[in-house]
């Protein structure tokens, strides 16, 4: 995991990292294919992280609106390996950005829906107001996730809302495995070395530049060079061989969690091509 924001400032707290969520708008021309102008609407600011603010593609205008943010961003704490938390209530609150990064509005919690840090590393809260309320008030629409597999090559920009900071690289490749410390993370994204991220970017959503939508949460980096400690993560293939990488950062895919929810936003870890830990 990034070192805690705390660890960036004084050096003195506990890992955490926050970060921040980018958003798309879109730049229409029926005459070529869709491209998106990163910026920072719809992505949140946390005590020490960032996040943003998503929907799926069935998600509805009238459904509670949702944020993700890396499991290791949780209010209570890492996730121990294996655990897989649903359900829990929760008051946290958000920083809701605009496209220039500023702060417009304060997002609360009601319910920790979904988090692990077992597989991959994310964090789903539910919102006491809808999308449509958010955007009736704000002007602010929800970034969504993309629910196919992402594509080695692509464009893609981390936006830290924390930091009021964007990070443009192509996604270099995946890693069958990656491993750093007593936490184990499956097909992550590896970004190319443009994208030095650092502590509190943990929790950004990680922006295919042209489609706009979300492909990954941007969770982790080689430091020191390491192998496989904390803030070290090593990349393990299908053979056991591990590789360490120096200055790397990472990302977890998240095509694979909108199959987990169904009508109303509501958490189904037993719905067909539902592949998220479960409890």
């Not at 021309?29 to 719809?42: E, I, K, M, Q, Y």
């Not at 946290?92 to 500023?102: H, M, Q, T, V, Y």
């Not at 430091?223 to 053979?239: I, K, L, M, Y």
């Not at 990472?250 to 958490?267: D, H, R, S, V, W």
């Amino acid at each position: 995991m990034k070192k805690p924001l705390g660890a960036v400032v004084t050096a003195l707290v506990l890992a955490g990292a926050g970060a921040a969520p980018a958003v798309a708008a879109p730049v229409k021309d029926s005459a070529a294919p869709t491209l998106r102008a990163v910026n920072f609407a719809g992505t949140v600011s946390l005590s020490n992280c960032s996040g943003s603010v998503i929907r799926f593609p069935n998600s509805a205008d009238t459904d509670p609106a949702l944020v993700m943010t890396n499991g290791h961003c949780l209010e209570t704490g890492f996730p121990s390996p294996g655990e897989v938390i649903t359900g829990q209530s929760s008051s946290r609150s958000f920083g809701l950005l605009n496209s220039s990064g500023s702060r417009i509005a304060t997002l609360r919690a009601n319910q920790v829906v979904y988090s692990t840090m077992t597989d991959t590393d994310v964090t789903i809260y539910r919102l006491t107001t809808t999308y449509s309320a958010i955007r009736s008030s704000y002007g602010i629409s929800p970034l969504t996730l993309q629910d196919t597999h992402p594509t080695a090559g692509t464009a893609i920009t981390v936006v830290s809302g924390y930091w009021k900071r964007t990070y443009a690289c192509n996604i270099d490749g995946f890693v069958y495995r990656l491993k750093e410390g007593d936490w184990t993370w499956k097909d992550s994204v590896r970004y190319t070395s443009a994208c030095q991220t650092i502590g509190g970017t943990s929790g950004s959503p990680v922006i295919d530049n042209a489609t706009g939508k979300v492909v990954a949460v941007n969770n982790t980096g080689n430091e020191d060079g390491e192998r496989c400690t904390e803030n070290n993560p090593c990349e393990v293939d299908a053979s056991g061989n591990v590789t360490v990488r120096q200055g790397i950062n990472y990302a977890e895919e998240t095509y694979q969690i909108p199959a987990c929810f169904t009508t109303g936003n509501k958490l189904n870890l037993s719905a067909s091509g539902c592949t998220l830990p479960k409890p």
